[in-house]
């Protein structure tokens, strides 16, 4: 198991994935990931046919101000692609108006390959996360 984290208030850009600042816990070397990314590689070292993971992903989220009150999406993301599965949405009703999102996935990963992983901001303007925890298990 694998945790990353980032205590502070941050403000993700639309489409760019959530900074990760801090190691918690470091895991193994199927996890592997560098202090300040936003990505953490799973890599697929098991003698079966592939590894699987279980990603979760949670943090405080807020429309900075001079923003506009819309809904906040973000999703886990494989190898930069958003997951719809994984999708939290919320709709705050203004600007520092904090809600709690966390969304989780199984992800596998064929013997001998990597994946990337992140939480990525959907939505169509920048984003504040606060509290941020990235959380890898690895369950099989």
């Known amino acids: 198991m694998a ?3 980032n205590a502070n208030t941050v403000s993700v850009a639309a489409g760019q994935n959530v900074p990760l600042t801090e190691t918690a816990v470091a895991g193994k070397g199927c996890v592997v990931h560098r202090e300040g990314a936003g990505i953490v590689t799973l890599r697929g070292i098991t003698n079966q046919c592939k590894a699987r993971f279980k990603v979760g992903f949670g943090a405080n989220v807020a429309i900075p101000t001079g923003g506009t009150v819309e ?7 494989i190898n930069g692609e958003p997951l719809n599965s994984a999708t939290a949405t919320v709709t705050p009703a203004a600007v520092e108006n904090f ?3 966390y ?4 992800v596998e990963v064929p013997r ?3 994946l990337t992983v992140a939480a990525e901001n959907t939505s169509t303007q920048t984003v504040l996360f606060a509290n941020a925890n990235f959380v890898v298990e690895r369950v099989s």
């Open 3 to 5: 945790e990353f984290t």
């Open 71 to 77: 809904a906040i999406t973000a999703a886990l993301a």
């Open 99 to 101: 809600f709690n999102i």
């Open 103 to 106: 969304v989780t996935s199984f």
């Open 112 to 114: 001998g390959c990597c």
